[in-house]
DNA sequence: TAGATACTTGACTATTTTAGTCGGGTTTAT
DNA sequence: ATAAACCCGACTAAAATAGTCAAGTATCTA
């Protein structure tokens, strides 16, 4: 059970971004070389991240990105959900009503599973980009 | 993020042998039948849980497996860590002290990867495959 | 208006992980 | 003896991941 880098990225990327939104737009170069992610990979993920309007782009020359919200405004949630970076516990329950497997029944762990993704998602909930941004320039102090 | 087959197959199998662990050992052709799982791959991961103690076996002929603690006393971290399915968020931490990717301080968001699997860690630490079982029994009256 | 910077898009690919399969054992109850 | 079961290690197909690569388009600045 792990994080891809997809998220991961993402995350570093847009608190990164946060913390020079105010004064210009971004631009992926240089959080490719502050966070040392391949630039070619920071452009696939800041499109998605551009559809779901998280951030916004500034074409041309001292061009960029910016947030589209305010930090405080985007939660872990959103992010993740932007890059289909999503908490996967179970294959069940996509084609028949209740069951699993097929079967008529829910399989034993079902419940379990289910119980575990909304404790992951509260967490995502929870977080929002202000709050990784503050917890960052904190801790240089 | 996504939990693994091998992890959810560890749990299935293991509150399917719990239920008819007081009469006789279980044999894995039953679980494999029971659960729909391929009876070579539960024979991996059997092999980790004898390894780590979980289970013990009954050789030959009407033998089978039987757990070797209460259930109440075997928790989902524990069935976890036997089978390597480990909560990963990060990569970093493992080469220098402190920091990532080489770097001497740590990346912009290690302390929520850290927090990330400290909460989800919790969770598996509270459950047991005895909270599991009567999760089950309870649904089925 | 030329040139550089930066976003845009889509296809391609190497590597790794996962989820098994397969083929041989050894042990033990009946 | 033999069938049921565990035991063990090597192998492999498929999927996902983490990129790379190539060919654009838009915009600012000199």
New interface residues.
């Given amino acids: 059970?792990?994080?891809?880098s997809k998220?991961?990225y993402a995350?570093?990327a847009l608190?990164?971004l946060a913390r020079f939104n105010n004064i210009n737009p971004v631009s992926l170069r240089d959080i490719s070389l502050r966070?040392?992610i391949s630039l070619d990979y920071l452009e696939q993920i800041f499109s998605k991240l551009k559809k779901k309007e998280i951030v916004q782009s500034v074409r041309g020359n001292q061009g960029g990105y910016v947030l589209n919200k305010k930090a405080k405004e985007i939660k872990l949630t959103n992010i993740f959900d932007a890059v289909d970076?999503?908490?996967?516990?179970?294959q069940c329950k996509k084609d028949s009503k209740k069951g699993c497997?097929g079967?008529p029944t829910k399989?034993?762990?079902h419940?379990?599973?289910d119980?575990?993704e909304n404790?992951?998602n509260d967490?995502f909930e929870k977080?929002s980009l202000e709050d990784?941004v503050q917890?960052?320039t904190e801790?240089r102090i």
Avoid: A, P, S, Y
């Fill in positions: 059970m792990k994080l891809t998220g991961r995350v570093m608190v990164d966070q040392g970076e999503k908490v996967k516990t179970v497997n079967k399989c034993l762990t419940n379990l599973w119980e575990l404790h992951i967490f977080k990784l917890d960052n801790r």
